[in-house]
């Protein structure tokens, strides 16, 4: 599902070198956000009652506007801004086209950071530590790719991709009861998601991704839900340790649904421009 349904040492003011960089390794579009501090504590969930995973996911997909739309999603375009605390912020898009294809691109003080993947390959570079020509990608960041080009999700034939599915039971997320629902993927990763109890929206994403080795803790909060092609989309994404203390904020601005995307986004790519992104024109 889009939107979970995942943003990814750099040289500017105020900003920690390995902050940045976690967030820059990450997606911009549908919330694999990094920050430092682990989540806090969570009450136990209350058991399930009188609800099947199936079923949860029958009303999640009505929710977000139909199963049969997503599957005849082929294409996305995604542009906005993210911000970095009050420290640093730019314009970003990504692209997706099936089979599990993606370009991004991310401007920060007009330096570009560019990730790409073709289905196997993938490449990027990040010019706030001297890499300034995308380079293939490593085992590690190629899996993380690898999840975040699927713009259906794990959950939407989650068998198939050889995850696993566990309604947890009844949770809270701010003021608003959620449904709890864990994945276990192939690979033996477990991540959280958190459904609104009433319109069965997503409204919070947990989870850990290894980064330059080391094990780091993600949540993410989905706010303003709007309409685009009779589908509710998340305009608003935050990340941090609370949803009072974001330490990332993407504003999306615009959704295309099935825009056409030309092969050449995919390949390999040269060195990136010093001026702002720019998509493929709209068609």
Do not use: C
Not at 41 to 50: F, I
Not at 137 to 162: H, T
Not at 174 to 199: C, M, P
């Amino acid at each position: 599902m889009t939107g979970n349904l995942n943003l990814p040492a750099i040289r500017q003011p105020n900003v920690s070198q390995t902050r940045f960089h976690r967030s820059a390794a990450l997606t911009v579009a549908l919330a694999f956000l990094s920050f430092l501090s682990p989540p806090p504590a969570l009450a136990s969930p209350e058991p399930v009652q009188n609800l099947t995973i199936a079923q949860l996911l029958a009303r999640v997909y009505t929710a977000r506007g139909g199963l049969a739309r997503l599957r005849a999603l082929q294409s996305q375009r995604v542009t906005g801004t993210i911000s970095f605390g009050n420290d640093a912020s730019g314009p970003f898009f990504v692209e997706f086209r099936r089979p599990l294809k993606m370009h991004m691109e991310l401007t920060i003080q007009n330096q570009t950071v560019v990730r790409i993947f073709d289905g196997k390959e993938g490449w990027a570079n990040n010019p706030f530590i001297g890499k300034v020509n995308p380079e293939p990608m490593s085992e590690e960041d190629l899996k993380n790719i690898n999840e975040e080009a699927d713009f259906e999700g794990p959950l939407v034939d989650y068998r198939k991709k050889g995850n696993k599915l566990e309604l947890v039971g009844k949770d809270k997320v701010e003021d608003k009861d959620v449904w709890r629902v864990q994945l276990t993927t192939k690979a033996g990763d477990v991540r959280y998601y958190l459904f609104d109890a009433t319109t069965f929206l997503l409204l919070k994403w947990e989870g850990k991704r290894q980064v330059q080795g080391k094990e780091t803790p993600i949540q993410s909060y989905y706010r303003d839900y709007r309409e685009v092609g009779g589908m509710k989309f998340a305009f608003a994404i935050d990340s941090g340790s609370s949803p009072t203390d974001p330490t990332q904020k993407i504003i999306n601005d615009k959704i295309q649904l099935n825009p056409q995307v030309p092969e050449s986004q995919f390949a390999k790519p040269g060195t990136p421009g010093e001026a702002a992104p720019t998509p493929a024109p709209s068609r």
